[in-house]
C-alpha cells in the first residue's frame, strides 16, 4: 500500500498496512523453500536454514539471544504460551494482571480463574498508568504469573515494565519469583524497547502492527519454561506446529527495517510526537473534546508527553457517541476506531472502566492510532474532518 492509499487511515494500532516489497520478496522465498523445516532431506535443511536466519535476525533487531526467540501464530498466542504454563506447575496460586491488558490476556485469565487459580487484577490510576508499588501489594508467596503491558492499546500509556520487573525481582530475593510477561504489541516497533532487561522473563509481539504479514508472531523467553501445549515439538518444544517460513522470513525483514534502532527510524519517531504534539493541541480546543487520560492535556510538560505512545491518541467528543464519531469519519473517507479491535464489537471499555473514567467518557472516546506512512497533511486532514463533525452535532 503507498503513503497516499492509507494517508487518511489513523488505526494503525489494530493492524497497519503490510509493507508490499517485504512481502513479495518473502513470499518468494518461501515458495522457493517450500519443504517441512523439520524435514530431513535436502531441501527440509534448506528450508531449516532459512528459518534459523530469520529467527537470528529477529534476535538481533530485538537485542536477544536466538535461542529465546519463537514463532507463533501472533500477538494472542505469544500472550497464552507463557501464561498457560502456570498449568504445569500447580492446580492453584495466584495470577496478577493489569486492568488495561488485551483481551488475550484479560479472557484467558478469567478462564484460569474458574479453574480454581486466584486471578487478581491490578488497576490502573486515573491516568492510565500501573505502578510498580500497586503490583506489589499484589504480590503473594503463591503467586506464579504477573503480566503488565508495555503499551497500552488504547490510551498509549507506556507502562513503567522496567521499573515492576525491578520490584518483582526485589521482593522475591530469597524466594520463588513469580514469571513476569510483557505483552509488546503495541511497543515493538513503535517505542523503544529493552527485551533484555533482567526480570522480563517473556514478551509478546506481532507483525502484522508493524507493517507485516498477519498471523505470524514472536514469543520472546528469556529462560527455558515447559508449554501447556504440545504436539510435535517445534520451536524447542514450545510451540508445536510446521513452521509459518514465510511468516518468519517477513517478521525478520519488517523488524529490520521498522525497529527503533537507527537514525532513520528514531527521526520518524521524533517527527510522529511532534506531529502528535501538535494534534492534541488542535483537538483539544474543539467544543466538547476532553483528552484521554486528561494529564495528557499538559502539552507544556514535556515529562507528561515522554509517558505516552505517539502513535496512539484517544479522546472524548461529549455528545457524540463513539461508534457514531467512527461512522461520520468513515463517510469523509477517514478510518479510526473505538478502541480495540477485539472488543469492538461488545461495546465494553474496560481499560477506560479500570481507569475509573466516568460513562459518558467510556461512550464517547475513540481512538486515533497512526504509523510510519502517516503524513502530517493527512493529520491536518484528520482534524479538519474532526472540526466538522464536531460543529454538525454543536
Not at 529465546?68 to 501472533?74: A, D, E, L, V, W
Not at 490476556?105 to 479453574?115: D, P
Request: hydrophobic share 40%.
Amino acid at each position: 500500500m503507498s503513503q497516499t492509499d492509507c494517508n487518511l487511515y489513523f488505526d494503525w494500532a489494530a493492524t497497519s498496512p503490510a509493507d508490499p516489497e517485504i512481502l513479495r520478496e518473502s513470499l518468494e522465498i518461501s515458495l522457493l523453500n517450500y519443504a517441512n523445516p523439520s524435514s530431513a532431506h535436502k531441501v527440509g535443511l534448506q528450508a531449516r536454514t532459512v528459518l534459523e536466519n530469520a529467527r537470528e535476525f529477529c534476535a538481533k533487531s530485538l537485542g536477544v539471544k536466538k535461542n529465546q526467540i519463537f514463532f507463533t501464530s501472533g500477538g494472542t498466542e505469544s500472550d497464552h504460551l507463557p501464561l498457560l504454563s502456570v498449568l504445569n506447575k500447580s492446580t492453584k496460586g495466584r495470577v496478577i494482571l493489569s486492568g488495561i491488558e488485551h483481551p488475550a490476556l484479560r479472557e484467558e485469565c478469567a478462564k484460569l480463574k474458574m479453574l480454581g487459580f486466584d486471578v487478581v487484577s491490578v488497576n490502573p490510576d486515573k491516568n492510565g498508568f500501573v505502578s510498580p508499588d500497586a503490583v506489589a501489594e499484589k504480590l503473594t508467596g503463591d503467586t506464579l504469573f504477573v503480566t503488565v503491558m508495555a503499551v497500552n492499546n488504547e490510551t498509549g500509556c507506556v507502562q513503567p515494565i522496567y521499573k515492576i520487573a525491578d520490584k518483582i525481582t526485589e521482593l522475591t530475593q530469597g524466594k520463588r519469583r513469580p514469571h513476569f510477561h510483557v505483552d509488546c504489541v503495541q511497543a515493538a516497533g513503535k517505542v523503544p524497547l529493552n527485551l533484555s532487561h533482567p526480570g522480563i522473563d517473556s514478551a509478546a509481539l506481532s507483525a502484522h502492527k508493524i507493517c507485516g504479514p498477519r498471523g505470524i508472531g514472536i514469543l520472546y523467553a528469556s529462560k527455558e519454561f515447559r508449554s501447556f501445549l504440545v504436539g510435535g515439538g517445534q520451536e524447542q518444544n514450545i510451540r508445536s506446529g510446521t513452521e509459518n517460513l514465510f511468516g518468519a522470513v517477513a517478521f525478520s525483514k519488517v523488524l529490520e527495517k521498522y525497529y527503533l534502532r537507527d537514525d532513520s527510524n528514531l527521526e520518524r519517531f521524533e517527527e510522529q510526537k511532534n506531529w502528535t504534539k501538535e494534534f492534541l493541541g488542535k483537538i483539544k480546543g474543539l467544543k466538547g473534546c476532553s483528552i484521554v487520560p486528561e494529564i495528557r492535556a499538559n502539552l507544556e510538560d514535556d515529562s507528561v508527553q515522554e509517558k505516552f505512545s505517539p502513535w496512539v491518541v484517544q479522546a472524548a467528543f461529549h455528545g457524540i457517541p463513539g461508534n457514531v464519531m467512527v461512522r461520520a469519519l468513515d463517510a469523509k473517507g477517514i478510518s479510526i476506531s473505538t478502541g480495540s479491535a477485539c472488543s469492538t464489537k461488545k461495546q465494553e471499555r474496560p481499560v477506560l472502566a479500570a481507569m475509573n473514567a466516568s460513562r459518558d467518557v467510556q461512550d464517547t472516546a475513540v481512538r486515533f492510532s497512526f504509523g510510519p506512512l502517516t503524513t502530517h497533511d493527512g493529520m491536518n486532514a484528520l482534524f479538519e474532518a474532526l472540526q466538522d463533525v464536531v460543529s454538525t452535532f454543536n
